[in-house]
């Protein structure tokens, strides 16, 4: 059957908040070190030791804020081992990523100078499991005071004078897990205890972000907003997309149909996840002051063959940007509760928007599709009504397509588009309503007729974004556009 | 006592063993890789072994690849950041010979 949707222009649900389109890079594997930070004496071009490569890729997304230093890695991360003279910086064992040798060269000052060179928000995580309340309170208290304090004098004495401006902090990750194995009722209590001591000094007003619930714990995030939802700002959700799951995991290349409808249907369920969540926190919050911040999420695969199994290094093929665009359609959809999500990760680690080797980088399929959807930054959510037929394989359905659209300030309407199937184009009849006048459609595509298709070193664009030639008509009421299989399709109408 | 099934990052470990390399060369035997001479292969390791940047034995930083793997790829190139210390090797070990 063809896809009919229809778009409400007039009817806002809400604002996409741009923290959606947030990033997280944590110590691990060659995220941070190679992918990011390379030191300023190394060979590879560098901003007082962030690769050049890197930097200006990055800055080409829009990036709102960036997730530091974990994910596990925070929650043994002692914060006054990273700052002074690199040298004499304390090396230590980052113990939940294989025994990685951590040599504190890439710390707070190192991660803010990033930010500001990218102009991204910073948001860290702080140390639940192995820190204490003093450990934490100081972290913030050397950030953030402008005035003379012990830890204010000793960033100056660092080479950083004014404070920075730091909004997102969250305290512990994955409090269930690796941040301590702990219940929730007792998380819940150190939450609200450390919590009490991440002050807001000056004008600096720190949002806190709770840690939240492993995929489809709905017990924790009864727990935690019944407890303590009333010293939160945002409670965190984590969950990614697995197939075969964490014990079987599955190469990032050279899949069959199966894998890829399998990796659909996981993606889609971030949908059920955040609405079940979602439902628990409206009824403990019904005015949602408390944001649900998705900080981590993205496709776990095996690591490439013959890498180091510990850097989680994978490829990233176009059925990750399907993953990506299906995700962003859910947060859009949600956008009324989810104020911010955390793409793991930034670079060379899971779903990486840039992977490198050495003095060489490529983009990735994933890169693309945020690059493209940066357009929904901001802008109002709009109804949308579709109504699409099926993708099958076996006894097994998911909706063909998925579709969201937005408008920007301007009034400019943005509509991205899925096709999730790899066999079929998708013709799609779109009705527009609220609109005045034709307007005048450009997009743009990213496919290819191998739903394997990667980029590597040799050949880094075999996957890009192409000028979409699919629109068929357009008039008063709307367009038609076939869509490719397996595809990820923007459309920008202008009126 | 219940363990948590949900842990992602415990079975992830830097430290790979001999044994495991040499599952993973055996893994490649008959799959259609091209593979760079014995010799060449020597050389290679020999650079990688001396390299400031081989980590945990194994690897290296600049591309997380296990070298007793990558230096048998005809495909692989060193990826050191100042140039290809692989081809620096070759080139000396075949002017040596000639």
């Given amino acids: 059957m063809n896809t009919t949707i229809t778009v409400n222009a007039d009817q806002s649900t809400g604002t996409i908040s741009r923290h959606i389109y947030g990033h997280f890079a944590e110590h691990l594997g060659r995220c941070i070190y190679e992918g990011i930070w390379v030191g300023e004496d190394s060979p590879i071009p560098n901003t007082r030791g962030i690769r ?14 960036l997730r530091w230093p974990g994910g596990c890695f925070a929650d043994e991360y002692h914060w006054k081992d990273g700052i002074g003279p690199r040298e004499q910086r304390k090396r230590m064992v980052n113990t939940h990523w294989g025994g990685v040798v951590e040599n504190n060269h890439f710390g707070t000052h190192e991660f803010l100078d ?8 910073p948001y860290i995580c702080g140390n639940v499991g192995s820190g204490t309340v003093q450990e934490m309170q100081e972290w913030v208290e050397y950030m953030t005071f402008d005035g003379e304090s012990p830890m204010a004098d000793w960033r100056k004495a660092n080479g950083r004078e004014k404070p920075w401006k730091l909004k997102y902090f969250g305290v512990g990750n994955e409090n269930w897990g690796c941040g301590g194995n702990m219940r929730p009722a007792y998380y819940a209590d150190e939450y609200r205890r450390f919590q009490t001591y ?8 720190v949002y806190k972000i709770a840690g939240g619930a492993n995929s489809d714990d709905y017990n924790w995030t009864e727990t935690l907003m019944r407890e303590a939802g009333g010293y939160m700002d945002g409670l965190s959700l984590h969950n990614y997309t697995v197939p075969g799951g964490f014990e079987v995991k599955r190469p990032a290349t050279g899949f069959d149909e199966a894998e890829w409808f399998e990796t659909m249907q996981l993606a889609l369920r971030m949908d059920e996840l955040i609405t079940r969540h979602k439902a628990i926190m409206d009824q403990h919050d019904p005015k949602k002051r408390v ?4 900080d981590e999420w993205g496709t776990w695969f095996q690591v490439e063959p013959g890498t180091n199994p510990g850097f989680l ?9 399907l993953v990506a665009g299906l995700h962003f359609h859910v947060f859009h959809r949600h956008c009324d509760r989810v104020h911010m999500a955390n793409i793991a990760q930034t670079v060379n680690v899971l779903q990486a928007m840039i992977l490198t080797e050495g003095a060489e980088m490529l983009l990735t399929p994933t890169y693309h599709v945020f690059e493209m959807f940066k357009v929904h930054q901001d802008a109002e ?10 993708y099958t394989l076996g006894d097994e359905s998911i909706p063909q397509i998925s579709a969201s659209a937005s408008k920007r300030a301007d009034g400019t309407l943005d509509i991205s588009l899925c096709n999730l199937d790899p066999n079929r184009e998708a013709a799609v009849s779109l009705q527009l309503r609220g609109l005045a006048g034709i307007p005048e459609v450009s997009g743009r595509v990213l496919t290819h007729n191998d739903m394997n298709a990667h980029n590597t070193f040799s050949q880094p664009e075999t996957v890009k974004p192409q000028a979409f030639e699919g629109v068929r008509s357009v008039s008063a009421d709307g367009l038609s556009a076939v869509l490719p299989p397996a595809s990820v399709v923007v459309l920008t109408l202008l009126s | 006592m219940a363990v948590n099934q949900t842990c992602k990052g415990c079975s992830a470990d830097v430290w790979v063993t001999e044994a495991q390399i040499q599952k993973l060369l055996a893994g490649m035997e008959g799959k259609g890789f091209s593979f760079v001479s014995e010799t060449v292969y020597q050389t290679r390791l020999a650079v990688c072994r001396t390299c400031p940047s081989l980590v945990y034995g194994t690897t290296c930083s600049h591309c997380g690849c296990l070298v007793e793997v990558s230096g048998k790829l005809a495909g692989k190139k060193c990826p050191h950041p100042a140039g290809s210390k692989w081809e620096k090797a070759e080139q000396a070990s075949a002017s040596a010979k000639s």
């Fill in chain 1, 52 to 65: 050049n490569d890197v930097l200006e890729a990055l800055r080409n997304l829009s990036i709102p804020v």
């Fill in chain 1, 114 to 121: 990033l930010c500001e060179l990218l102009g991204t928000e």
């Fill in chain 1, 198 to 205: 991440v002050r807001n000094y000056g004008e600096n007003r």
């Fill in chain 1, 291 to 294: 944001g649900l911040i998705v």
């Fill in chain 1, 313 to 321: 290094y994978q490829q990233n093929s176009l059925r990750d940007a």
């Fill in chain 1, 381 to 390: 959510a709009l109804s949308l009504h579709l109504d699409t037929g099926d």
